[in-house]
C-alpha cells in the first residue's frame, strides 16, 4: 500500500460531512420547534374555543337569574291565613 500523501482532502471531506451534518441537525430542530409550535396552537385554540363556550353558558346563566325575581323580594304576595275550620290545620 501506499502511503496517504492528500490530507488536503481528506480534510475537506471531513469538513464537508460535518458541515452535513450540522444542518441534519438543525433542519431536525426546526421539525422538532415546528411540531411544539403547531401543538401549542392547537392548544391555545382549543382552550380559546372552551373559555368561549363557558363564558356564553355563564352569561346566560346570569341573564335567567335577572329574569326571574327572587322570592325574597318586597313584591311578594300576602300570605293568607287559614281558618280554623280548615282541614289544613
Given at each position: ?43 391555545v385554540n382549543w ?23 327572587a322570592q325574597t323580594?318586597?313584591t311578594q304576595a ?12
Amino acid at each position: 500500500m501506499h502511503p496517504i500523501d492528500h490530507y488536503e482532502t481528506l480534510r475537506r471531506g471531513r469538513e464537508e460531512l460535518l458541515k452535513r451534518a450540522e444542518y441534519a441537525r438543525m433542519a431536525r430542530k426546526a421539525m422538532v420547534e415546528h411540531r411544539v409550535n403547531r401543538n401549542i396552537h392547537h392548544s391555545v385554540n382549543w382552550l380559546g374555543m372552551h373559555l368561549v363556550s363557558w363564558g356564553q353558558k355563564f352569561e346566560q346563566f346570569g341573564a335567567f337569574a335577572k329574569r326571574q325575581p327572587a322570592q325574597t323580594t318586597a313584591t311578594q304576595a300576602g300570605v293568607r291565613q287559614l281558618s280554623k275550620m280548615s282541614p289544613h290545620n
